[in-house]
């Protein structure tokens, strides 16, 4: 479970926001990942050292780092999504191949890229073996939404062994099924929209719509991965574009207000809550990263300056998890 989307400001910003939904406590905080950071694949204990630094959300496990999202200091960002039911990982590494597991694709392409089209002419080299994921113990399946400074928005979803590049025109991300199959069921839903139905006649009687927003009857309620992808996509369409960042950022929590799960809502077969453990949102032009926790609805940020790129060693920002009241009298 997770829900995405991708907005421009009318000034030229880039803005990458997510929701995480999980069942399993993350205890997430944003993470600064320095350069010249060392780290070794899990597949075949390969050493890499990051060129880039990035800030994103993560956490540490087991004598490393675990990052779900996040933008780099050349103004790449990415998230990743659950796709259960439709990756297909690899067995084994492979030589000449750069080796990942699934939850070490952000690390390295945050690392390494310093864009979408650094990452297309290096993705066919790239070899996801289905290796578990430290923090929690299961091979991750997951797809990724990814973002620069020139506008574009690709997904990349491991469902054969070389990993394709697809560009993504809608610029929303949810689960299962792949991402193909949610934008042609965009389809089921051209009647929705924003204006208010006109009266209709039936015979003699003229039957006058119901208050306002009759526009958006039919407009999926639930959080399954498709009603959601329709929501967002809708709702990302018709809010109104932000003038700068600062209201890019507040209408990409607006919008995913629409997606968000909290605690209760969705319930897993194995009995957990399933429940959305946090907002991140990116700006590819600012290298700003914006972090809200399921706590607490103040939004934290943290911005790669000069002086945080200088830092030799991951730093985690402990956000507060205590909801903040401002008082007014």
Known sequence: MCTSIFTETKDGYHILSRTMDFSFPLNPNPLFMPRKYTWVAEADDMVYVNRYGFVGAGN?????????????????????????????????????????????????????????????????????????????????????????????????????????????????????????????????????????????????YKAVPFSQGTGTMGLPGGYTPPERFVRAAFFKEHIGQAQNEVEGVSNAYHILATARIPKGIVITAEGAEDYSQYVGTMCNESRSYYFNAYENNQVAKVTLTKELLKSQKPIMFMADKVEMIKELN
């Open 60 to 204: 540490e496990a087991a004598n490393t780092y675990m990052v779900a999202d996040g933008v780099n200091e050349k103004g790449l960002s990415i998230a990743e999504l659950y796709l259960p039911g439709e990756v297909h990982y690899q067995t084994e590494s492979e030589d000449y191949q750069i080796n990942l597991a699934p939850h070490e694709f952000i690390m390295w392409a945050l690392g390494n890229c310093e864009s979408i089209l650094d990452l297309e002419n290096r993705i066919e080299d790239v070899n996801i073996v289905g290796l578990k994921a430290p923090l929690i113990g299961v091979v991750t399946p997951i797809h990724w939404i990814i973002t620069d400074e020139s506008g574009r928005c690709v997904v990349i979803e491991p469902t054969q062994r070389t990993l394709v590049i697809q560009e993504n025109p809608v610029g929303v991300m949810t689960n299962s099924p792949c991402f193909d199959w949610h934008v042609d069921n965009l389809r089921n839903y051209l009647n929705v929209q924003p204006k208010q139905y006109e009266p209709k006649m039936f015979g003699d």
